[in-house]
């Protein structure tokens, strides 16, 4: 451990209790092997480990951890980390006062145990009363850039972006459903890193930049849902996008029973994009061969495997995106950027926050029903005595925060706008009479609904996640900026 790193320490031993010092990183340092450099504010342990030789772990390797005790080390998260599998580095997010900042990065070896930390160790109880959230982190190298002009083919916009930002790998655009000349008046514009991806949004961003004489929406693009090898295995459904709109779910059938009659079990087609089921994966996987880049109806159709999605929970991954809990290919399965254009991925989900303290996030509480048989007893309750992982929306979440805070109950007022292709958009403002005079005086997501009940909803995950920041910025901020960095 070099100078710097003695005095990250020595600071740290400021603010803990005697058994976590300096001392006890100097053991853990001798026990593993590992070394340990502190820098730009985080110190880093390992990376590579002891004897390791080779590049660094692939892509889906590293997870995000969150709500870490503030005096909480190395010494005692590394032992709890290690039981998912071999740790490739671990950083952990320190203030300059020495405690660190409640989160941290655990980079395993292999993608199977960084799998295996997120079941083990996500809600796990690090300290009583103390849980800690872990999800996956991936570094994000796909800007989405709205307001692009219909008539620009793929060329162009590569050719554009390329001479105003640096590092440019590729574009990815989609044809209009309506007409296939057109491209959907977005692309996605994929960076060789994740840092050059970040000084392009930076360029970007400020609102005032052209292209093409129109004033552009930069963001980053949603990561696209990780799916293990092993279910992926199993999956004998086709995601084909690109249809045409009056492309019928018989024709669809027909053409992928071509290459073997009797093939397909069903089809379910919604707008320009479809999901084929097969009997058998095997013929899934020769289909998709065969049929990907073929014409149906004067289309060039694209088919991949379909990525199986986790249905409970849908809803709850969803704050960024405009996507109905309702859509086809969200309780079926999630492709790409079929449902809003900026979805790739879905963040984490929203903990609440109580009278000044988060509530762990509880286990998935059983979402099923029972029979109701003559003479049951029946007790009233009121909805405000149950706990909070009784309630399954966000909008059911605000009004059980308020309560609990002694706060009248938020107030919904709805705004609506239209879109370029004439729909009616959706936006719900929201005013907890409680804190109106305070330093917000309400509450507005950015994105726009087509649904009444999605409008609610986004608004309420909105407001949670800004109460939550005005009074702890490092818990859910940081939770959310781990899936868009």
Known sequence: MNEENIEGTNGCSKVRSGTQNEAALLALMEKTGYNMVQENGQRKFGGPPPGWEGPPPPRGCEVFVGKIPRDMYEDELVPVFERAGKIYEFRLMMEFSGENRGYAFVMYTTKEE?????????????????????????????????????????????????????????VIVYPSATDKTKNRGFAFVEYESHRAAAMARRKLIPGTFQLWGHTIQVDWADPEKEVDEETMQRVKVLYV??????????????????FKPGAVERVKKLRDYAFVHFFNRE???????????????????????????????????????????????????????????????????????????????????????YPFFPGTKLTPISMYSLKSNHFNSAVMHLDYYCNKNNWAPPEYYLYSTTSQDGKVLLVYKIVIPAIANGSQSYFM?????????????????????????????????LCRRIWRK
Not at 123 to 145: A, M, Q, T
Not at 251 to 258: G, R, S, V, W
């Open 445 to 477: 997501p950015d994105k726009l609904c087509t649904t009444l009940e999605d409008a609610k909803e986004l608004a309420a995950q909105f407001t949670l996640l800004h109460l939550d920041r005005e009074h702890n910025p490092f818990s859910l901020d």
């Open 114 to 170: 960084a799998q295996l930390a997120i079941r083990i160790l996500n809600n796990y109880e690090i300290r009583p009363g103390k849980f800690i959230g872990v999800c996956v982190s991936l570094d994000n190298c796909r800007l989405f850039i709205g307001a692009i002009p219909k008539e620009k083919k793929k060329e162009e916009i590569l050719d554009e972006m390329k001479k105003v930002t640096e590092g440019v790998v590729d």
């Open 241 to 258: 996008r690109n249809l045409m709109i009056s492309t019928t779910e018989e024709t669809i059938k027909a053409e992928f029973n071509k």
């Open 283 to 369: 013929d899934a996987v020769a289909a998709m061969s065969v049929m990907n880049g073929k014409c149906i109806d004067g289309a060039s159709i694209e088919v991949t495997l379909a990525k199986p999605v986790n249905k409970e929970n849908t809803w709850r991954q969803h704050l960024n995106g405009q996507i109905s809990p309702n859509s086809e290919n969200l309780i079926v399965y999630a492709n790409k950027e079929e449902s809003h254009p900026k979805t790739l991925g879905k963040p984490p989900t929203l903990p609440t926050r109580l009278n000044g303290q988060h509530s762990p996030s509880p286990p998935e509480i059983e979402r099923c029903t």
